[in-house]
């Protein structure tokens, strides 16, 4: 059975940082992209950051500069570091696993989720 499990939100001051961690199990994503994803109460889900199979990384502009992800595949586990936190980054996030090895930050392309967790950002 396929899990992916976050960890790592929390609440903050604005401008504080943050590391999540998507920790995977039954499933090796090694040749495939993962990506984060976020939804704040009344919008709908958007791609914040994905990485391929071969590292490159995609970015909302949003959080370009702001926000790194990374990945170790020897550890099946995928990581986002937000940095310089805004109020507007407060959201539930969510890890996904994609059907897809290129960096993509596109729903359809994710077979995998997690339950999320919370990210709130105080100004």
């Known amino acids: 059975q396929v899990q992916l499990v976050e960890s790592g939100g929390g609440s903050v001051q604005a401008g504080g940082s943050l590391r999540l961690t998507c920790l995977v199990s039954?499933?090796?994503?090694?040749?495939?992209?993962m990506g984060w994803f976020r939804q704040a109460p009344g919008k709908e889900r958007e791609g914040v950051a994905a990485i391929g199979s071969d590292g490159t990384a995609d970015y909302a502009d949003s959080v370009k500069g702001r926000f790194t992800i990374s990945r170790d595949n020897a550890k099946n586990s995928l990581y986002l570091q937000l940095n310089t936190l805004r109020p507007e980054d407060t959201a539930m996030y969510y890890c996904?696993?994609?059907?897809?090895?290129?960096?993509?930050?596109?729903?359809?392309?994710?077979?995998?989720w997690g339950r999320g967790t919370q990210v709130t950002v105080a100004s």
């Open positions: 996904g696993a994609a059907r897809v090895h290129y960096a993509s930050r596109f729903m359809a392309d994710y077979a995998y």
């Open positions: 039954g499933y090796s994503p090694v040749n495939y992209c």
